[in-house]
């Protein structure tokens, strides 16, 4: 018995759709002058950093804003300079905290290799509310003593831009970002962020370093960039902060 092969005919115009869609696809990835595709998928940024012998080193300093805008900055300034912070872990950034605690472990965090830039902040911390100065429990009441007062603040400051200059390296002090009323966690007083940078801005003067006033860049867009009630930023917000900070540090490294 002869078996009767039937033959199915696809429309042209359903051949030339597929045909079309997989030429418009590959068009709108990026290829190279050999024509081989190049992925346009981001690739991860991580806190490890991998130094690059080519590139001069900047060290961050700072607290958990610094740590939000962190991972973004290191993806904008890629292939141009080494980004380090200080890290809890391999995998995990530390908190610098106040002054105290910058006071305490800034040899250690300057030790790690020799720096080209240095971005640093203190402030957040050290006016928050705590059981007891220089403490680490945090409080709501007004009563409780601020981490450290601002005559404090500028004493451990002092100290901690001494260190810093001692390495040769370009100094940018970042201004410490503003409270809104409310906000989660310890109390900080709305009004604080700008006494602080007051006595820094003075120390900064007094030394020549350059300053990065975050303050200003972000206080008439707190509503677009910083989550509600809280010191912290969106992802926008941190990567907002991020652009700020990537060209500062880009324009001391030229």
């Not at 720096?115 to 409080?139: A, M, R, Y």
């Not at 370009?170 to 602080?196: C, D, H, M, W």
Request: net charge neutral.
């Amino acid at each position: 018995m002869q078996t009767i092969y039937r033959v199915t005919r696809i429309p042209a115009f359903v051949l030339l759709a597929v045909f079309s869609s997989q030429l418009f696809a590959e068009d709108r990835e990026p290829k190279t002058k050999t024509g081989v595709v190049r992925s346009t998928k981001t690739k991860p940024i991580s806190w490890e950093t991998i130094p690059d012998p080519k590139l001069p080193n900047v060290l961050i300093l700072g607290d958990s804003i610094s740590i939000g805008y962190g991972l973004p900055l290191k993806r904008k300034l890629e292939g141009i300079a080494n980004v380090y912070r200080p890290m809890a872990t391999k995998t995990k950034p530390q908190n610098c905290g106040g002054t105290t605690r910058g006071v305490e472990q800034i040899d250690a965090w300057l030790a790690e290799t020799e720096w080209d830039v240095i971005h640093f902040n203190w402030g957040l911390h050290d006016l928050k509310h705590v059981t007891e100065p220089g403490g680490s429990s945090v409080s709501k009441k007004e009563s409780d003593p601020v981490q450290a007062t601002v005559e404090q603040y500028g004493k451990n400051l002092e100290l901690i831009v001494g260190k810093l200059k001692a390495t040769g390296a370009k100094l940018i002090f970042a201004t410490t970002t503003p409270v809104v009323a409310n906000s989660s966690g310890p109390l900080r007083e709305v009004e604080a962020p700008a006494q602080y940078n007051e006595a820094a801005l003075e120390i900064m003067k007094k030394h020549d370093v350059e300053v990065n006033d975050l303050y200003a860049a972000c206080f008439d867009k707190l509503d677009q960039l910083q989550l509600p009630k809280n010191v912290h930023f969106k992802k926008e917000g941190s990567e907002f902060l991020a652009d700020v900070v990537a060209s500062k540090i880009e324009a001391a490294l030229q």
